[in-house]
């Protein structure tokens, strides 16, 4: 069965300074893993995805997530937070053999200024 | 660009009622999907819909639900006898094609509130 664990249900950091959210995931076949952004009142927008391709994978907004397989891992990061990234960042895993996507619990990302 | 569409925003209903939620999904989609998102938690998936079928549902989805694609644009999800436990946000998605590399474009949601 496939999870996925994302440490740290609210993260706050300064505006320009370094943003990580961390990912974490259980599944028995090499796994397909994506990155959601939800802003307020709005629905789930694709930040980024894994696919077996490139192990580091940039996505929209200047955001990036590195597959780690011996860590089980795919942090997402971006070297400057801006005041309009906060939002809600969810981590979300598949494979072979589901169409469904199961989701992390989410992590809401507050910038300061 | 096109996206997911779903109506209404926000329902509220009373314990009991049906309720119907509508989605309009990306025209070349043929995969289609609910999620539920109970207030504060995770984002749980209800049911995929292919081909005029449901390929899988999770425990969530009982007999209480129900999908149908009534006409060539429309997705709907239909809860015959709504519970206070059923209040959240409803997510409708779509995709291209069913292989897992795909991504899901979900729509904007409708908050379901049960009184």
């Known amino acids: 069965a496939q999870s996925v664990t994302q440490l740290g249900s609210h993260v706050s950091v300064s505006e320009g300074a370094l943003v990580l959210l961390r990912c974490n995931y259980s599944s028995s076949v090499p796994p397909y893993l994506f990155w959601y952004v939800q802003y307020p009142n709005q629905g789930l927008q694709l930040l980024l995805k894994y696919t077996s391709a490139a192990t580091l994978v940039k996505g929209i907004n200047g955001f990036e997530a590195e597959f780690k397989k011996s860590e089980t891992s795919f942090h997402l990061t971006k070297p400057s937070a801006h005041m309009s990234d906060a939002a809600e960042y969810f981590c979300?895993?598949?494979?072979?053999?589901?169409?469904?996507?199961?989701f992390g619990p989410g992590t809401r990302l507050s910038v300061l200024p | 660009e096109p996206e997911v569409t779903q109506t209404p925003s926000h329902q509220v209903t009373q314990m009991g009622q049906e309720v119907i939620l509508r989605c309009v999904p990306i025209s070349n989609h043929l995969y289609f999907y609910w999620y539920r998102q109970i207030l504060g938690q995770k984002v749980e998936f209800l049911v995929s819909?292919?081909?005029?079928?449901?390929?899988?549902k999770s425990e969530i989805f009982d007999d209480q639900f129900s999908v149908e694609r009534p006409d060539g644009s429309n997705f709907t999800l239909k809860i015959r006898s709504t519970k206070l436990e059923d209040s959240a946000m409803y997510f409708c998605?779509?995709?291209?094609?069913?292989?897992?590399?795909?991504?899901?474009?979900f729509g904007p949601g409708t908050r379901l509130t049960v009184t």
């Open positions: 998605a779509s995709s291209e094609a069913p292989v897992s590399s795909y991504e899901q474009y």
């Open positions: 819909f292919y081909n005029n079928e449901i390929s899988e």
């Open positions: 979300a895993v598949n494979n072979n053999y589901g169409q469904n996507f199961v």
